[in-house]
């Protein structure tokens, strides 16, 4: 049976669950902290929107980590790449400093942030497409573009 979240209703532009909300979810929790990769490729997949997997980008944080124990500023980016995405407040040095300060935190916000946004996050990219076609729903991808170049 899979975790229930109990957001809380937010503000435009904020981040739906907060820092240190980690046991709101505690499997993410547990296995973010056993294992980060695992949540930051969950995370990375959706946030590429399918051009990395969740394996790639889990292994490849992981080798970050290990070679450079530049993981943390790999997560960085990806949360500056989310709050784009996603209109949240914030500026790439908070980023960095929740990465600096709990790494694991910071990981289990953004997974938290996505499954509040109604991603299934054991799916991946492609199963949540797929599961929101099947629906009746707009697919996920990039917006379709009408004509051609014009002068």
Same mark, same amino acid.
């Given at each position: 049976?899979?975790? &229930?979240? *109990?957001?809380?209703? *937010?503000?435009?532009?904020?981040?739906?669950?907060? =820092?240190?909300d980690? =046991?709101?979810?505690?499997? %993410?929790?547990?296995?973010?902290?056993?294992?980060?990769?695992?949540?930051?490729?969950?995370v990375?997949?959706?946030?590429?929107?399918?051009?990395?997997?969740?394996?790639?980008?889990?292994?490849?944080?992981?080798?970050?980590?290990?070679?450079?124990? @530049?993981?943390?500023?790999?997560?960085?980016?990806?949360?500056? #790449?989310?709050?784009?995405?996603?209109?949240?407040?914030?500026?790439g040095?908070?980023?960095?400093? #929740? *990465?600096?300060?709990?790494?694991? @935190?910071?990981?289990? &916000?953004?997974?938290?942030?996505? #499954?509040?946004?109604?991603?299934?996050?054991?799916?991946?990219?492609?199963?949540?497409?797929? #599961? !929101?076609? %099947? !629906?009746?729903?707009?697919?996920?991808?990039?917006?379709?573009? &009408?004509?051609?170049?014009?002068?």
């Amino acid at each position: 049976m899979e975790a &229930q979240l *109990h957001a809380k209703p *937010h503000a435009q532009g904020e981040w739906s669950t907060g =820092f240190c909300d980690c =046991f709101s979810d505690c499997r %993410n929790c547990c296995i973010t902290l056993c294992c980060p990769c695992i949540t930051f490729g969950q995370v990375a997949e959706i946030v590429d929107r399918g051009s990395k997997s969740c394996c790639a980008a889990g292994a490849l944080y992981m080798l970050i980590d290990l070679i450079t124990s @530049c993981g943390r500023m790999y997560a960085c980016f990806y949360s500056g #790449k989310m709050r784009a995405q996603y209109n949240i407040k914030g500026d790439g040095c908070t980023d960095c400093l #929740k *990465h600096f300060c709990c790494n694991l @935190c910071a990981l289990t &916000q953004q997974y938290r942030e996505l #499954k509040h946004r109604g991603f299934d996050m054991s799916l991946g990219w492609a199963g949540n497409a797929e #599961k !929101q076609q %099947n !629906q009746g729903g707009v697919a996920m991808g990039a917006p379709a573009f &009408q004509g051609g170049m014009t002068r």
